[in-house]
């Protein structure tokens, strides 16, 4: 039968490429509402970019090192950056909006989360332990210290209740937030678990082998759901479709995977880094998904997965093997498409964005604001300021819409 080329599913399709940082970029977050991207970076800054503003960034550079994670707000109002210096950094995401610092850990800050309600946030550590912290007053109230090396990365459950860790002890560890108690523990034999992500339904959890693995398990039967060998090189972070349905994947390969997870197969395998890939994260909406690492490059895509049809899969695949274009899109933005090679079993499509467009038009004429964070007492007293005037503008807006609402009834 003749494959209907307006017929079949979009593939990904890179929309922008920014070059900013002097160094690898460790972690990468949409900001929720998808219109900005925070970068953690080993230059010891963290760049804001504004995706509907390409002339301009924030760079905040308020570290003394590496910084390892980055993490919004669910808001949107704070930005959290965990660094080698063993501090975390909590800053409004504009130019004079530093809120101001914890000293967290002992040793290196690995990663840094906000829970669904923004109130609390949980720092991981190569000092073995992760912490629960009390956002507004900078508050300790609790630690989670199982863990026999370095934690990698810690994690909230969708509904904040749950508590993922990874750490180079080779464990996986769960935890219940108001007990304190670990609740589930997975073990690796093979190598440590690099990164950690919760499935949008809360009952799964995702996880990045230093095995060139990737295995999710299901929390509350304690059990291996699906286990995936589609990297040739330790992979570094993954993140879950908004759906659930599909997973994206990052590694030392210097490759990106979209894994089905219902069909239990890889379906997309993306190039355009030229080294390690370390980071990758999906918009709230699963409209775009982001990649970054070792090359300082920050690709963004355009999903497509919302079109996505896994009955047109092999079919797709097969005309992608033959030399048939099967993008949608147009010339101007053309990459290169292409299916697995017949001696494997991968018959996921490889796109190359290195020929396209948004690749070559890279967004790295643009104005850097720096944000540095003073020491001492008077910038975190300005900006506790701040933050009540922002708060109380945003009520009184609140006030004059509901009395707008009244009248016009």
């Not at 409004?92 to 923004?118: I, L, M, Q, W, Y």
Request: proline share 3%; charged share 20%; hydrophobic share 35%.
């Amino acid at each position: 039968m003749k494959g209907d080329k307006q017929g079949l599913f979009s593939d990904p399709a890179l929309e922008r490429h920014f070059t900013g940082h002097a160094g690898g970029i460790t972690q990468l977050r949409f900001s929720p509402e998808g219109t900005q991207i925070a970068t953690s970076s080993s230059d010891a800054s963290v760049i804001l970019w504004n995706l509907n503003q390409a002339a301009r960034c924030i760079r905040f550079g308020s570290h003394s090192s590496a910084v390892n994670g980055v993490a919004w707000s669910p808001t949107g109002n704070l930005v959290a950056s965990a660094g080698h210096d063993r501090t975390v950094k909590i800053w409004e995401p504009k130019v004079r909006g530093v809120s101001g610092e914890f000293v967290a850990h002992s040793k290196p800050v690995r990663s840094v989360d906000f829970d669904n309600t923004g109130h609390l946030m949980l720092t991981a550590s190569d000092d073995k332990s992760v912490k629960l912290w009390r956002v507004h007053r900078r508050q300790f109230m609790a630690s989670f210290s199982q863990q026999t090396n370095w934690v990698r990365s810690a994690k909230f459950s969708p509904n904040g209740k749950l508590v993922a860790t990874v750490s180079d002890d080779k464990s996986l560890r769960i935890y219940d937030v108001e007990s304190g108690e670990c609740v589930r523990t997975f073990t690796e034999e093979r190598a440590a678990p690099r990164q950690v992500a919760w499935h949008p339904w809360g009952n799964m959890v995702a996880v990045a082998l230093g095995c060139n693995r990737i295995k999710i398990f299901d929390v509350s039967a304690s059990q291996l759901l699906q286990l995936y060998v589609v990297h040739s090189a330790p992979v570094n972070d993954v993140a879950f479709h908004p759906s659930g349905h599909f997973l994206l994947s990052g590694s030392d390969d210097c490759t990106i995977r979209i894994l089905d997870l219902l069909e239990g197969r890889p379906i997309y395998t993306l190039k355009g880094h030229t080294d390690t890939v370390n980071a990758v994260a999906f918009t709230r909406d699963g409209d775009k998904f982001a990649t970054a690492g070792n090359d300082r490059q920050l690709l963004v895509w355009k999903s497509n997965l919302h079109t996505y049809d896994a009955s047109q899969f092999e079919a797709k695949a097969a005309m992608a093997s033959s030399g048939c274009d099967t993008s949608a899109a147009s010339s101007s933005s053309k990459q290169s498409v292409l299916s697995g090679t017949s001696n494997s079993n991968d018959l996921s499509i490889r796109i190359d964005p290195r020929q396209s467009l948004a690749y070559q038009l890279s967004d790295d004429n643009f104005q850097v604001v720096d944000v540095s964070l003073e020491s001492g007492s008077e910038s975190c007293s300005c900006s506790a300021q701040l933050d009540e005037i922002t708060k109380l503008l945003e009520l009184i807006d609140e006030r004059v819409r509901r009395l707008e609402g009244i009248y016009s009834l």
